[in-house]
């Protein structure tokens, strides 16, 4: 859970948003004690919703109110003090419909909030800060994601208000901070009144109403001058290598830092990290330094020294004590990636060396040249953005797309998340599908001038999407596990948002097939479809047709045909939970490849799938679940089934509940089979257009399916057994030729040498079964002989 958020409802409805947004900004969530059955993880309050605010504004960096905007206002009203210290407070209507960030629209983050709150309800964002509205630079978080503090003295609404109004400002960026400029630059391109210079003494020109300024180098006199117009931006680029002894206190490395900078002219605000050698990685007064300084301290292996060539770094005493070239210049060029500014200062028991974090084009003549380490490399990051609803983008996507530096991606998914992305983020915008690999090595090499790349495609971007190129790309390269480092974040794929459209239509086994053979043979495909046809999987159905392929999704419907009942549903999901979705539910008989195109995922259902209303499901399983016991009088009792028992049955079965039958033919060798069936625990599907009495009133109790109509090929789908009872010859051998086929075994009443399993003839008579077989070749004698035993023990009536 995030203790940075808090979101607080005064309503019921309100409580079960607040326990929804809780959920995906993993944030925490107060509600009325009344409506805590409706959040079960949020946390009940009972004082007035004023105390409730007033406790946790303190505790919390942003407030999210889920409340009229009055009501909001007067609560955080006494609460308010400057925008420095101030949470970022939000406040939303019950429905989500409208997110208005009311107090640290910039500084404290609501602007960015509330968007996020919006993407997640549907909303809109009421953003109303002049910068947003404008397209203008927010001032306040001009490089906050790279760093970059603010002066404290600086005058920033008095800049902002400048910059807003169309008054003249100035503005110096560091020449050798290039990033810095570019960042700048970019973000400054719709402020016609934005005038860079490259000598920041020239901001005291009274011309410039405000300024800014962006420098790691001492300026204190002229920030006196200037700090009542400007604001000074403090970026942490300068990065400190430390040597030292064993036992030197933190002062004395704090004194020697403090000099090595104040000499070269450098700002100690502006230290981003210090660096030393694995050797001194548990010295205590650098760990404190550190610690004193609010900066990490990256400890630099002996081997990433070594690596380095030596005869380029000032001499050290480290190479006769540590056998290392060096410990502060090394330690200092490889942690910052970039050159080295400051050479090595000697002190009494620790040396100092400062190089920046950024290459420079045009360095100052006391620059060191040296052999600096390749700059770090970048991040890509392959990003599902989900089926197009923003809604459905995950908490994770969010980040990434957030915390990327360029994004890039087909121009219609780009489109999808415009409303999530920053003014200041890069957009590579691919015009047309195709080409992936190019595309692929675009995002690869972007990445790897150390920049943090999100590669976005809708659904999930390892499905049929942009995964497999970026990987394929990497491996021709001989990639091995950086340069850059990769992330991928699934999405919510296209026959997900279908299903959960539809209801619960992939409650079993399913595989995604893409009809599209730009890459794959259709003769892959097409064996493809026949295996998953055969193994009455759920079948989702990628590319099912474009202008250019007309044939295919018909050909792929009539191989599922051969092996499905044509009352199999169908589903038609085009552009699911944009604005033009449309869904079509259907059945295989009646499947139309003219409602699809490349928009539309078709989903086909397995044999136990069935249309509900509006809807589709598919049982977990092929086993019925729950026992139906019919009402019986005393004469139906003994041919009446007992489903879910054995004793009756001449063979033992172990699970039978797992298999599953088909019985064609409604007459009374099909009655015969089906109750063998129950008896066995076996659950039963009868096809036939009619049927005798007995399994009319099987089926209206719900003890087996009945189809109503004569066989046709599929109707075999999903069953272990079949039997073929009707009354005709050539539909008894058709159905042994599809079991065949299919690999299903089949028991035919009228020839069972066509069959691959027989039954044999019983007689029970209380507890005593007689079961005779002749293994399917004389199914007669076994009769014959069944009826004499039967004769035998004085039972007249038996079974024909």
Known sequence: MNADTVIIAVTRAGTRLAARLAAELRAAAHVPAKFAAEAPDATPYTAALL?????CWGDYRALVLIMASGIAVRAIAPLIARKTIDPAVVVLDESGRFVIPLLGGHQAGANDLARRIA???GGQAIITTASDTRGLPALDLLGRDRGWRIADDSALTHTMACLVNGDLVGCFVDSALPDARRLVIEQGA???????VDDPASLTDPRFAAALLVTHRRIDDLWQTLREKSVRYLPPVLIVGIGCRRGVSVDELHDALRTTLA???????CVGALATADIKADEPGLVEIAGRLNVPLHVISRSEIIALDGVRFSPSAAITHVDLPGVAEPCAVIAGGGP?????????RCTVAVALRNHAPHQPSNVVTTAPAAPPSGVLTLVGIGPGDLSHLTYAAHAALRDADVVAGYHVYIDLIRPLLRSWQEVIVTPAMGDEIGRARQAIAVARSGRRVALVSSGDIGIYAMAAPIFEALRDDGWTGDDPTVEVIPGISAFQALAARLGAPIGHDMCIISLSDLLTPWDVIERRLRAAAQADFIVALYNPRSRGRDWQLDAALNIMRTHRPPTTPVA???NVTRADEHVTLTTLAAADPLCADMFTVVLIGNSQSYILGDRMATPRGYARKGQVVLEETAADRRDAPIPGTQRDYPVTLINPGDLSAVVI???AVGERKVRGLLNAGIPVRLVSPTATPRLAAWADVGLIVWIRREYEPGDLAGAWLAFAATDRREVNAQIARNAAAAGILCNVADAPEEGSFHVPAVHRSGGVTIAVSSGGVAPARAVALRNALAQL???GDVEG
């Open 340 to 348: 080295l500014i400051v050479p090595k200062r000697a002190f009494r």
């Open 793 to 795: 023990l004085g039972e």
């Open 572 to 574: 038609f999901g085009r």
């Open 51 to 55: 105390d409730e605010v007033r406790t």
């Open 263 to 269: 000499d070269a002219g450098l700002d100690e605000q």
């Open 190 to 196: 719709d402020c016609p009144n934005l005038e860079y």
């Open 119 to 121: 993407a997640l309800t």
């Open 665 to 667: 033919g409604g007459g």
